[in-house]
């Protein structure tokens, strides 16, 4: 389920409300969530890797959140094990973009939320052995130029994909990297975009290679490894079994915070 919590004072956080799976939602074992606004309303998106879908919650309202529409996988869709979602807007209609980790299920289910009482798949994309989607785990989005783009992280392949989702009812392939020795790419989990400059970069962590990895992404045909860093060397301490990661600015610095398995502690790099 999902619990909402008020951190307005940072030292006293204080719980609000819930919601928690009932049979008819789709709650199960919840993995990630993501919040969006439509109109003067706000909502949540949360991923169900038991239930294998999504569920819209109305959280407009802090102490009394609601259930609203949900999609469950079906044999055309792409939400077997639904792992990590992210919003994105095209036009005047909002998106979601889903993982799928699961059997032959395994890739990306873009779905139109703009309705938020009636969810519509729209396109997918799934693993063909060409591509970086064995076994997707997280996923970004970002924008260069007028394009819009989707990065994933691929858990067996050892990789990501880069998806170009600016028609969301024919999303394209494009570039993707694939680990070697010199990488952080073994079985990535958690991706984040971030800009520097004009360029567009990800930070990606390698959950297998305990370390995280930095690709620039502005030639969405043409990724180029910028840098990586592993667990204890250059004073990296907490960075075994990285899971995710998350990246933030505090004036002119941009700073990412790594969440270590192994290490049950962060990273800040």
Do not use: C, H
């Amino acid at each position: 389920g999902v619990q909402v919590i008020d951190i307005s004072d940072v030292d006293n956080l204080v719980a609000t409300d819930s919601l928690g799976d009932n049979g008819s939602l789709a709650l199960k074992v919840s993995r990630n969530v993501e919040t969006f606004t439509i109109d003067s309303s706000t909502y949540a998106i949360v991923t169900s890797n038991v239930d294998d879908g999504v569920q819209i919650i109305d959280i407009s309202d802090p102490e009394n959140i609601e259930a609203k529409g949900s999609l469950v996988d079906a044999g055309s869709l792409k939400l077997d094990g639904a792992r990590d979602v992210a919003t994105f807007v095209i036009g005047s209609s909002t998106y979601a973009i889903v993982t799928s980790q699961n059997n032959s299920d395994t890739g990306v289910q873009v779905i139109d939320i703009s309705d938020v009482d009636n969810l519509v798949a729209t396109d997918s994309l799934g693993d063909n052995g060409s591509l970086m989607l064995d076994d997707t785990r997280g996923v970004d989005v970002f924008t260069i130029g007028s394009s819009t783009y989707a990065i994933v992280t691929a858990w067996t392949d050892n990789g990501v994909q880069i998806i170009d989702i600016s028609d969301p009812t024919d999303i394209v392939a494009k570039g993707s990297m694939v680990d070697t020795g010199s990488l952080m790419l073994d079985s990535t989990r958690g991706v984040d975009v971030f800009t520097i400059d004009s360029s567009t970069y990800a930070i990606v962590a390698g959950y297998g290679d305990n370390g995280v990895q930095i690709i620039d992404i502005s030639d969405v045909d043409n990724l180029i490894a910028v840098d990586a860093e592993t667990d204890g060397v250059n004073g990296f301490t907490v960075l075994n079994a990285v899971g995710d990661v998350e990246t933030f600015t505090i004036g002119s610095s941009t700073y990412a915070i790594a969440v270590s398995g192994g290490d049950n502690g962060v990273q800040i790099i």
